[in-house]
């Protein structure tokens, strides 16, 4: 049978967050069950509950970077068993049988893959309720495994901000001899550092604010650059062959493709509220690429987190109890956290 389960949502687009309940679905053959542990907090949880991107279901219960412990698996489950450590990411659904999702690029899926929260609930009708929550119930497939080597509440931000920075890095082969630039030192901006240095590369750091240099050097950045200084970034005309822009606020990207050699790549992962304007001749002269990058599918998290175990790699985070959920996003707008904030879950 389903289970009440306790959470917090966003009612309307304006009013603070609050105490929210909501069924589960029971465990089905292939389910898991996980009892939330910690839960991080994402840009993009702000942008739904704001209805910044349009198609918000309130009232919504955001959080999509989810782990915990197992506390229930179905009779065909043969990946995880109780007592394991498990994560939940981005997804909880897809068709599984489209050629994207048979590559293990489900975030892709023709059909249309379900947002861990605010997405069609196949299973219950209506939406899906996300990590600001006791448990969640998801197939299999879409579980990833967790090591006790790491402490748990810094690995849940690696569900949306790791694999987010990993996949376009490893998509785009950087590694040893690759000069790489970072836009942006936020919650992903830190992640793509961590990643870009420990896959070899030469990593510089693109800032507005002069007071992070320090902290992007101590991350793994080899340099840094002030973006509201025109003189430095006139000196980074064709320095780069890869930039990982990470910003979610309206940003010029003509100001940063200038700074790609030739061939080279931009690929944005943040995701602004309002359009941008490309001239195509930022892109022509040199036959520069811009792209874009989300998540990545399930295999690939899983090869991340696995990276991670190996390499001792987790995020910078700033753990917060729920009550301070509304306050958190405020500071979160201000760029006030070092760099992502987590949710305690047993302060729910």
């Known amino acids: 049978m389903s289970t009440?389960?306790?959470?917090?949502?966003?009612?309307?687009?304006?009013?603070?967050?609050?105490?929210?309940?909501?069924e589960r679905r029971e465990v089905g053959p292939r389910d898991v069950k996980i009892e939330i542990s910690y839960c991080g907090v994402c840009h993009s949880d702000l942008h739904q509950i704001r209805n910044e991107w349009g198609g918000t279901v309130y009232p919504i219960v955001p959080g999509?970077?989810?782990?915990?412990?197992?506390?229930?698996?179905?009779?065909?489950?043969?990946?995880?068993?109780?007592?394991?450590?498990?994560?939940v990411g981005c997804l909880v659904d897809s068709c599984q049988s489209c050629d994207n999702c048979k590559k293990g690029l489900e975030q892709f899926c023709r059909n249309g893959?379900?947002?861990?929260?605010?997405?069609?609930?196949?299973?219950?009708?209506?939406?899906?309720?996300?990590?600001?929550?006791?448990?969640?119930?998801?197939?299999?497939?879409?579980?990833?495994?967790?090591?006790?080597?790491?402490?748990?509440?810094?690995?849940?931000?690696?569900?949306?901000?790791?694999?987010?920075?990993y996949?376009?890095?490893?998509?785009?082969?950087?590694?040893?001899?690759?000069?790489?630039?970072?836009v942006g030192l936020g919650g992903l901006g830190h992640m793509g550092i961590k990643f870009a240095a420990a896959f070899g590369a030469e990593v510089t750091m693109l800032s507005t604010s002069p007071e992070k240099e320090k902290d992007a050097k101590h991350l793994g950045?080899?340099?840094?650059?002030?973006?509201?200084?025109?003189?430095?970034?006139?000196?980074?005309?064709?320095?780069?062959?890869?930039?990982?822009?990470?910003?979610?606020?309206?940003?010029?990207?003509?100001?940063?493709?200038?700074?790609?050699?030739?061939?080279?790549?931009?690929?944005c992962v943040g995701a602004p509220p309002t359009p941008s304007q490309i001239m195509a001749f930022s892109l022509i002269g040199g036959r520069k690429t811009l792209a874009g990058s989300l998540i990545g599918g399930l295999p690939e998290?899983?090869?991340?987190?696995?990276?991670?175990?190996?390499?001792?790699?987790?995020?910078?985070?700033?753990?917060?109890?729920?009550?301070?959920?509304?306050?958190?996003?405020?500071?979160?707008?201000k760029g006030d956290v070092r760099y992502r904030f987590v949710i305690d879950m047993a302060s729910l």
Not at 245 to 252: E, Y
């Open 4 to 22: 009440a389960t306790k959470a917090f949502a966003a009612y309307n687009a304006t009013d603070d967050m609050a105490p929210f309940s909501f």
């Open 64 to 87: 999509h970077e989810i782990v915990g412990r197992v506390t229930e698996v179905g009779s065909e489950v043969r990946k995880l068993k109780a007592g394991d450590l498990a994560g």
């Open 113 to 165: 893959s379900t947002g861990t929260y605010n997405g069609k609930d196949k299973h219950l009708g209506g939406v899906t309720y996300g990590g600001y929550s006791q448990s969640i119930v998801v197939d299999e497939h879409f579980t990833l495994k967790i090591s006790e080597k790491l402490p748990l509440e810094a690995v849940a931000p690696l569900l949306c901000a790791g694999i987010t920075t």
């Open 167 to 182: 996949s376009p890095l490893r998509h785009w082969n950087v590694g040893k001899g690759t000069r790489v630039a970072v």
């Open 221 to 267: 950045a080899h340099h840094f650059a002030l973006t509201k200084d025109p003189a430095q970034m006139q000196a980074l005309t064709g320095k780069f062959d890869f930039i990982l822009d990470t910003v979610s606020a309206p940003h010029d990207y003509n100001q940063y493709l200038q700074m790609l050699d030739t061939d080279g790549v931009m690929c």
């Open 301 to 333: 998290t899983q090869e991340m987190l696995d990276y991670c175990a190996e390499h001792n790699i987790v995020s910078d985070i700033e753990l917060i109890p729920m009550r301070d959920i509304n306050k958190a996003y405020e500071r979160m707008l």
